[in-house]
């Protein structure tokens, strides 16, 4: 499984930003995805994940109510919307995919990062 992920930039504090990260192959939904971000000079951390179905998710209490994960089977995606961005949002986001959750312990594979910046 190969994952690209795109829709990185730059963008204004309180701005929203949607994030994607596309599969190659067919198995796609065999698998539950994560989104993870690292900022400079710390650890990577994790931000959400999303089951094989796409119905349940979880999220990290640091971005729960701004941020949402969804994923399109039928296009091998899962998405990241980034609403109410602030410049501490500011990091490498990196998608993955593993086991239900996804957490850095349950990653089977890893997508290059895509860099946000938010401005203040």
């Known amino acids: 499984v190969q994952l690209q992920a795109s829709g990185g930039g730059l963008v204004q504090a309180g701005g929203s930003l949607r994030l994607s990260c596309t599969s190659s192959?067919?198995?796609?939904?065999?698998?539950?995805m994560g989104w993870f971000r690292q900022a400079p000079g710390k650890e990577r951390e994790f931000l959400g994940t999303?089951?094989?179905?796409?119905?349940?998710?979880y999220y990290a209490d640091s971005v729960k109510g701004r941020f949402t994960i969804s994923r399109d089977n039928d296009k091998n995606t899962v998405y990241l919307q980034m609403n109410s961005l602030k410049p501490e949002d500011t990091a490498v986001y990196y998608c993955?995919?593993?086991?239900?959750?996804?957490?850095?312990?349950?990653?089977?594979?890893w997508g290059q990062g895509t860099l946000v910046t938010v401005s203040s």
């Open positions: 993955a995919a593993g086991q239900f959750p996804v957490t850095t312990t349950r990653t089977n594979y």
């Open positions: 999303i089951n094989r179905v796409g119905t349940t998710t």
């Open positions: 192959g067919r198995t796609f939904s065999s698998y539950a």
